[in-house]
């Protein structure tokens, strides 16, 4: 008796057990055929499934899941299963018709629409007579409509099945696209009727997870987060030099016909920079918020057919843009924070093939970024430099860069040597730094784990701020302990102490530095802590040294062999040398190789008026004999036509020149000093263009006085300023000399 009833115990646990399991089968039975039924997918990606049977289950959800990953399935499918409208606020209105078209084709039963500033009454009204029939199962919406009174009015009728909140890091200051319509949803769902709320983000650090669902009243929200980890995308930073043009336009080079996107921050960099481009050859189009929206469209349309390879953008670019084969994203300007960063290099490589993300980097654009925020209220000025901060941290560090942007979104890459970044391909020598951990752990602990890095810093230098001295924390006894050290050193020893676990960022005080449990064990015990040193980047946007490149690229047969047919053309003309070509004009011959006369146009120093010159075929049939006899190889790309701003200077001045406009007066209309208008003459009548300046000289100088000046560079074997100030007994001004110089050289070589 009692062994039956302990079978049929076991019995009719093990059925409910199997009619449990079933259930689950045939559920997950139902998506996978849903799936098929409406996207016309076989399976599920990543955690997809998982979050589908969460929101069907009537749950709150939280969805981190980088760009690509299919994050628009997680709420469109439901939707097309439960009862009732379930609305998306997106900020993205061409992100919402698109959406729109799509699920509109895909599905019969359901319809989906969007509501924004962009439809008409007629429209509006049929839109809401979908819903009140039941017929309208996702609705998009942007924030600053949901919040709209007779919207809201409307929508309380409605019966809602979930509420769906895209790029929801717009609710987050510390998000990279922080929007404060984004603050008002959740009083806006209070008074609409409340329902599940799904809330999805492509970007996300803790700091901003932790803000969504607060701000949401989601905290107990499942959380569903799938990796960062990108690994067909290379990750490069590179110095800004003033050759910043050229090195893109070699980069696109060397990769003919693949799509790239550049990043600049401003819209007149981005109009500039296409513009080189295209005089370089290259399919580039801009793109910003300010081109009219037929344009911008077009311009996508362009990109997407590849009639265009590249685009130039402001951030306002790629938001709803899914070309999966990009090849590179460029960042000519360094980004205002890491997530902004991930969210726009994560354009390239989305079908898994190759993706190059190359930054390049000076410090003077940090300060530049910095001063764009003075003037903002305190607060959104400390968030500001805290993400610019983190940015630069990353531009500057010799660590596995993939490392440091995963560890920035809370995730472990366990790897020493990711194979696929700057910093992995060219590691730098491990130095031992324990000693230093040390200090930094015990002053964070000195210093009650209340201040930031910077703080910390300066207190570990011994540097006396107005903060540390009004917190009277020069008068510690730990103060300066770091005093002997290289300075260098504190920034990677805390960097790199946060990512291997020692040290973390309070998520509340974002930026207080705090030990963690390992932190502390490290005290106690201290052993090995080896560290790679940080790269180095100049303040300013310099040339490369001549070690680098530069100048060492000449050809110094070239160069003689140049230098020596400009004396015998100058023996011929009866001109001195430089007249015939500048210095810098042969360097760069032996450097460029131009052997047409088109090329030689791109030579510094010579316009259209040198290459007119008979001599100017001389000069280039050498050069083109020169590289055959040797089997030069020349580097094509590296010659590179700007577009400057400078040839609608050019004109001006020639055209004032021209209606004998006093030569200061025309200095003050374009806004120069009279030596920087000097400057811009001089380069004119040097590149070939005859200049006739008579009337000015004679306005300002004796005759005699010019006379001298001009027999002077008349037997003179140099231009050189200098030498000329010398040789003339310092009795002539440099004004007078230039002025002299510029007649000269127009008459003799022009």
Sequence with gaps: MH????????????????????????????????????FGFDKFKGDQEAIIQ??????????LMPTGGGKSLCYQ??????????????????LMKNQVDVISSMSEEGTAHYLNSSLNKTAIDQVKADILNGKTKLLYVAPESLTKEDNVEFLKQAKISFYAIDEAHCISEWGHDFRP????????????????????TATATDKVRTDIKKNLGIVDATEFKSSFNRPNLYYEVRPKTKDVDKDIIRFIKQHPGKSGIIYCLSRKKVEELAEVLKANDIKAAPYHAGLESALRSQTQDDFLMESIDVIVATIAFGMGIDKPDVRFVIHYDIPKSLEG?????????????????ITFYAQKDLQKLDKFMEGKPVAEQDIGRQLLAETAAYAETSVCRRKMLLHYFGEEYTKDNCGNCDNCLHPKTKIEAEQQLVIVLKTIQALKENFRTDYVIDFVEGHETEEIIAHKHHEHEMFGAGEEYDQKLWNPVIRQALIAGYLKKDVENYGLLKLTSAGKKFLK?????????????????ESISEGEGGTSALDPTLSAMLRDLRKKVSKREQRPPYVIFQDVSIEQMATDYPITIEELKNIQGVGEGKVKQPYAKEFVDLIKRYCEEHDIVRH????????????????KI????????????IATAQGLEFEELLDEVEAIVYSGTKLNIDYFLEEVMDEDRIDDIYDYFADSDTDSLETAINNLDGEYTEDEIRLVRIKFISEMAN
């Design 77 to 94: 499918l439901p939707s097309l299963l439960m009862e009732g409208t379930a609305i998306v606020i997106s900020p993205l209105i061409a």
């Design 341 to 357: 960063y991930y969210q726009e290099t994560g354009r390239a490589g989305r079908d898994g093939g190759e993706g190059l993300c």
């Design 3 to 38: 062994s039956s009833n302990s079978t049929s115990l076991t019995y009719n646990k093990t059925t409910h057990k199997h009619t449990h399991l079933k259930s689950m089968a045939n559920k997950k039975e139902n998506l996978t055929a849903a799936l098929k039924k409406y």
């Design 54 to 63: 969460n929101v069907l289950d009537g749950k709150d959800t939280f969805v």
């Design 636 to 651: 094509t790309d590296l010659r590179v036509r700007t577009v400057a701003k400078k040839s609608i200077l050019k004109v």
């Design 525 to 541: 015990n201290p052993s090995s802590f080896m560290i790679v040193e940080d790269n180095e980047f100049a303040e300013d946007y």
């Design 181 to 200: 319509e984004y603050r008002r949803i959740r009083p806006i769902i209070n008074e609409i009727g409340k329902a599940p709320i799904i809330a999805l």
């Design 654 to 665: 020639i055209q004032a020149i021209d209606r004998q406009i006093a030569l200061d007066d």
